[in-house]
């Protein structure tokens, strides 16, 4: 027969109850979000999809402190170690992929170099340890973004050469989805043609470093910012100086453009910007209509 607890125990329990939930909370606290989970594919294809306990399991996550490229700050991150992570879902295949294509739930598409990650250390962060809040706040709106579930960062305190390229090779946020790629199989129309000039090659390099992750070339690339090629393209309506003030400084020219400036951290900028507009020179020669054109 059951038998009613007297103050004593209901005190006791009370005691118990409370433990637990101090017990639950702590774990809470120290565990990802349930909710976030990253899709891995391979060339398209969906090879495991994992939520962020999961992805705990797997690899176990660690507290990296980095230089804040955005916030110009150390910020302390709990993170999944990227290489350690891919190892686990694709074994040591990814290291022979070409490039690694992430996905962000509001558009965002950068391809980053597979070689990034065996040159130096990525992590998957899912937290900050200095607030609840994950974001950062922008430099341009001064406002905090939500960086959820995922966020690219890199190992920049020890690793001077990539903190001195600021956010390059990539730092993007919202992930959802990493695919391994190789690069002309994703993006076969913006490719320049064969025979190009070295100034072209390297203005596409850098095209796609800088612009690729928001803009689409005939149709390829990513899906934040407007097509650049395909019917018209910049070259053919922004003319000399005009066409670099609006690369290098897109504010001067549209203030509530969402456009960011062109990163000048590095010496040989201008020859940069100069190379991405000879790129797209020669890709306004090179126009195909994109699959979803009307």
Known sequence: MFRPAGNANKYYI???????????????????????????????????????AELAEL????????????????VAFKAFAAAELLTK????????????????SDGYQPSLPMAEFTAHQGYLAFARKDDPEFSVL??????????????????????????????????????????????????????????????????????RRRCLACHTVNGDGGGKGVELNYPANPTEYWKGPWLKKWITEPKTVRYNTEMHAFDRDNAAWESDRDGVIAYLEVMARNKQRPADAP
């Open 138 to 207: 922008s430099p341009d709106t001064h406002e905090k973004v939500p960086v959820g579930p995922l966020y690219l960062i890199w190992e920049n305190i020890k690793d001077a050469s990539i903190r001195k390229q600021g956010t390059t090779p990539g730092w993007p946020y919202q992930v959802t989805t990493i695919d391994l790629i190789q690069f002309a199989d994703r993006f076969p129309r913006m490719s320049p043609p064969p025979g190009s000039s070295a100034a072209v090659r390297h203005g596409f390099l850098e095209f």
């Open 89 to 104: 879902i694709y074994g040591d295949d990814w290291k022979k992929s070409e490039e690694a294509l992430f996905t962000c």
């Open 59 to 74: 690899v176990p996550p660690r507290e990296i402190t980095i230089w804040e490229p955005h916030e110009k700050k150390e």
């Open 14 to 52: 009370r005691m118990k109850l409370t433990g637990f939930l101090l017990i639950c909370a702590c774990l809470a606290a120290a565990a990802p979000s349930m909710g976030a989970e990253l899709t891995f594919k391979s060339h398209g294809k969906i090879v495991r999809a994992l939520s962020s």
